[in-house]
Each structure stands twice: as C-alpha cells, then as structure tokens.
T-cell receptor, first 115, second 116 residues
Framework: SQQGEEDPQALSIQEGENATMNCSYKTSINNLQWYRQNSGRGLVHLIL?????REKHSGRLRVTLDTSKKSSSLLITASRAADTASYFC???????????????FGKGITLSVRP | EAQVTQNPRYLITVTGKKLTVTCSQNMNHEYMSWYRQDPGLGLRQIYY???????DKGDVPEGYKVSRKEKRNFPLILESPSPNQTSLYFCASSSLRTSGIGDTQYFGPGTRLTVL
C-alpha cells in the first residue's frame, strides 16, 4: 500500500528559485526519507528525518516534519538545472516490531529546473 | 566502493522463459529488498529480506520468488514471466545495526525488463 503521497506531481521553476515539495502520509512512522532519482537510474538517498525531529538541513536541502499533520516538506534552495530529477518521499517503520518492516515510497514529484 | 550491483541491466525475454536477476551488495547489510517501478505507480516493493534465510512478501509478490542464502546476494526469480512484469526493477539494501528502524536504503542501478 502506498503510504507517502507527494504534492505537487510536477513542478517547473527557474534556476535560482526555491523548490518546495510536500509529502503526506497516513499512519504512524518512525522516520521519513527523501530520495532523488535521475531519469531511469537508481534512487539516491537525500535526507532522513526521524519522528522526534521537526527540521533538518543538509546543504541546500531543508526538510520539515509535522507528525500532527502527518506531513513533510522538502525545500531545495537556490535551485540549479542539475536538480532536475524525480523526488520521492518514503516512510519508514520499526523493523523490530515485526509489523510492516519496510520503507514505503510515494509516486514521486517531477522537478524541472529551467536554466 | 560501497555499492549495490544488479545484473543484467537490460533484458528482453519471452513469456514463460524463466529468468533470474541478480543483486549483490558489499556493505554487509542485513536488509535487502526488491522494488518494481512503473509509470504512475511509483515504487512498489516485491519482496524483502531481514537477513539470511529470512524473506517476506512486499506489496506485489505475485509471480516472483527470492532467496537469501548468503548475506550479500538476493536474487529475484521470475519462474514464468508474463508481459505485465515488464518493468524497471531495483534492488536495495540497508543496515539494521544502527537503529533497527527503517534506515537509509542504497539502491542498485536498475534492471529494465521487457517480457514479450
């Protein structure tokens, strides 16, 4: 079952602008992760935020998590043409509870950054 | 270099001809998983393995088999492929040592399978 749902499905911005992508989920999670995929290639991990964290930064990336609203956002500041890719959020649960031991991905957001 | 490798990268086959897609990781990860990616459907998990000899079904296991005889390898087997299994397949691995909680997954480069 799909857990995370990203919004919007597609986003087109000008180089230098900020890109904001959102993810909503339905059940309790232990962590939420964002991945990037260049066309036809494997996913690359960007950032992980745990359920007891509210905000995390990594370079030009900023991720927030609101567990009360079951939502997360990924902000890419000062976007570059090389940021053009698909972005996925994935929700993780505790492997050792024995239930739902997996990372569940959303359908992804296609980001296009125009030079 | 830490990596997940998959072979083959591209495969065209015919309905009913058994095939195996191999996956290997060199990071001593306990957890390994197979996903398929289809347009409009995102990534869907096929099977996963928590450790050697421990495997379990994901969201779309029908038509697939897996085995985990060694920690580093997690082959995906299609006993009788059908056209609806045409897809892009990814293998991934993750460590369970640090937290036990769903951690960063490292993905292979993908295998594009076409079943005619």
């Amino acid at each position: 079952s799909q857990q995370g749902e990203e919004d919007p499905q597609a986003l087109s911005i000008q180089e230098g602008e900020n890109a904001t992508m959102n993810c909503s989920y339905k059940t309790s999670i232990n962590n939420l992760q964002w991945y990037r995929q260049n066309s036809g290639r494997g996913l690359v991990h960007l950032i992980l935020i745990r359920s007891n964290e509210r905000e995390k930064h990594s370079g030009r990336l900023r991720v927030t998590l609101d567990t009360s609203k079951k939502s997360s956002s990924l902000l890419i500041t000062a976007s570059r043409a090389a940021d053009t890719a698909s972005y996925f959020c994935a929700t993780g649960v505790d492997f050792y509870t024995g239930a739902n031991s997996k990372l569940t991905f959303g359908k992804g957001i296609t980001l296009s950054v125009r030079p | 270099e830490a990596q997940v490798t998959q072979n083959p990268r591209y495969l065209i086959t015919v309905t009913g001809k058994k095939l195996t897609v191999t996956c290997s990781q060199n990071m001593n990860h306990e957890y390994m998983s197979w996903y398929r990616q289809d347009p409009g459907l995102g990534l869907r998990q096929i099977y996963y393995s928590m450790n050697v000899e421990v495997t379990d079904k994901g969201d779309v296991p029908e038509g697939y088999k897996v085995s985990r005889k060694e920690k580093r390898n997690f082959p995906l087997i299609l006993e009788s492929p059908s056209p609806n299994q045409t897809s892009l397949y990814f293998c991934a691995s993750s460590s369970l040592r640090t937290s036990g909680i769903g951690d960063t997954q490292y993905f292979g480069p993908g295998t594009r399978l076409t079943v005619l």
